[in-house]
Structures are given as C-alpha cells and as structure tokens.
C-alpha cells in the first residue's frame, strides 16, 4: 500500500504484503526468429520468446533474405535497473516486444548490409555473425550508403548495387546508434544466426555463377590436365632424346674407343715393322758387310793369283765349246792328195787347233809358265 518497489533476486518463498502486485522476470531471455507461421503472440516459453523468422533483410545488393536464428539477452542483477525495465515495459513480453525483439531485428539488419548476398554466400557467414555480435553488445552502425550501377555480366544488365562503410570519427572509432538496451544493463549473452534463405532471384543467380564457376573450373582443370600432359609429353619426349643421346654417346665411345684401339694397335704394329725394318737393314748391312768381305777377299785373291782360277774357267769352257764344235764338223780338214814334200805331220785341223788355243790364252792372258 505504500507504493514501494522492491526486487527480490534469492530463490525461495517471501512475504510481499498484502495487496501487493508482483511481476516474474527471468535472469535471461532468450529471443528466437525461427518459426516462418509467427502469430504476434510475445508469451515466453522456456524463457524464450519466439518473434518468427526475420523477413527482408536487405543485402548491400538490393537483394533480400528470410534469416531465422536466435539471441539470448542477460536481464541486470541490480534492482535499480530492473525497476527501471519495469516500469518502462510492465512485463517481460512487453520488453521482448518493445525493446528486446526490434533491437535484435535492426542489428541484424544493419549486420546485412554490410555486404552482398553472393559475398555472404561466399565466405561471409562468419564476418555477419560477428559484425551482429558486435552491434548488438555495443550498439549499431551508423552507416554512409552509396549507390553504384555495375554491368553483370551472366545477366547481360546494368544493375544497382550499394557501396556501404561505416562512419568512423576523428579518433577512428566506428559510430554507433545509441543502445537501446544498455542504457538498462542489459548484456547480450550469445547470438547465433542459423539460415539465411535468399530470395528465388538471388538463388537463380548463384546457381548461374556457380554453374560458370564449375564450367570455369571444369575448363581450368582440363587446360590443367591438358598443360600436364603436354609437360608429360615434353618430359617424356626429352627423356626419350636423352636416352637416344645416351645410347649415342654409349656408341660413340665404343667406337672411339675401338678407333683408339686400332690406332695404338697401329702404332705398335708400326713399331714391330721398324724394328723388323731396323733388323732387316741390320741384316742387310750384316749381309752386305759378309759379302763385301767375301769380295774383297775374292778381289784379293785374284789379284793375288792373276785371276788364274777364272781365266781357267774360261779358258776351260771356251776350248769346249770350238772343240765341241770342231768335232761336229763334217768336211774333211786335210786334202784327198798331197802334192811334194813338206813338214809331213802338219795339217789344217792341228794348225786350227794350235791357232785357237793361241788366241784364247792371249785374249784371257793366260801364262801356264810357273812364277
């Protein structure tokens, strides 16, 4: 009855006093955007009020997306701030409705468009999340929106796309709208954004640039496999080219080896032959040294004797062959009749017989009288 306002945080039974009125807070509540059939009731189950998946969250694009998740909301433990909640809300749905439900809606918001639906799709799950984390413990981004015009080039158009930054002061801090929920404490105990289901055109054109990424990837892959073979080809031609200049080189060397051989086979039979030709001169020398000393001695000897034993010889075989001859002869050497007287036992044949053995002596200047 005296209008006093109290907080009571220790579990268990107490005594208001009568008449009085009370309201439940829960320590933490949690704000879930999961159900796409939301019907605007705010009651809590669990702790957790179910507010219905977010619809229309713009990407930087122009592009839209249902996003479905949950964030969970830490109430204060001080009383001064609870007070506060309850007098400006009454209820906890009501603070889910007013304050806890739209804060959550905008951070997201503000969290999507920060970039593109192809670039969240490409990687940016975890940059969104963190840039809505971040909004939502210290407040939202204020932001600088730009429009750009930029030609796509598997729609064949122009097309409207938004450059956005966020504003950052002097000191290089990013500015930020007020908090709507730490001016009562209120700590953000986790957020956690589930699925993000673009709309059917932004589907339609990720399946277009992933079919050109795929076909990219097929091309690329098969001037891959293509440059690969042409390098196994290469590789396989050079080491076929060095194998041949190997068995060349191989062949090569035999035969200069064999060349080699032959040429000191050659230079050894050259010197077998000099030395068979120094032997011979040697020899010939020898020869011609035995037999000018049986010539001279000859020489020597027939100037000792006169020649007496040649001219023997060919005293010998010249009276042989006039004898010889002399024999042969068939007409008779004496006449038939002599006419008067004379030496008697002379005739023709002795006379030619002296005559002859004359001559030989004298042209063989053979002397038979002993010295």
Known sequence: MSGKQF???KPGVFYA????????YPNQISVSHMDTLFDGDYSLTD??????????????DATTAVISGITQYILPPGEKEMIEIHNAHRSPESFVQRRLAPYTIECLKSSAQLMSSEAH??????????DYMDQ????????????????DSLEKSNKRTYAVQIQ?????????KFSSIKEYSVIVGDAQIIDVDYEVKVDEMLSKKIDAATKASISKQELMTAQQKQLTAEAQGKQKLVEIEYVQKQNQTIEI?????LVELAKQDLIKQDIALQASAKEAAKIKTLADANAYEKQKLIQAD???????????????????????????LTPTFMMGGGNGGNNAGTNFMELMNMKTMKDLNLDFKTK
Not at 168 to 176: A, Q, V
């Open 7 to 9: 907080v009571e945080f």
């Open 306 to 332: 006169g020649a007496l034993e040649q001219k023997l010889k060919a005293y010998t075989i010249v009276m042989g062959y006039w004898s010889t001859a002399f024999s042969n002869h068939q007409h008779p």
């Open 17 to 24: 006093g009568f008449f009085s009125k009370e309201t439940t």
């Open 47 to 60: 702790n957790t009020c179910e507010i219905g998946v977010i619809k229309d969250v713009r990407f930087n």
């Open 121 to 130: 799709y490409s990687g940016g799950r975890a940059q969104m999340t963190q």
């Open 257 to 261: 080896v064999k060349a080699q051989t």
């Open 168 to 176: 950052i002061s002097k000191g290089g801090d990013k500015l930020r």
């Open 136 to 151: 939502l413990r210290n407040g939202s981004y204020l932001l600088n929106i730009r429009e750009l015009i930029l030609y």
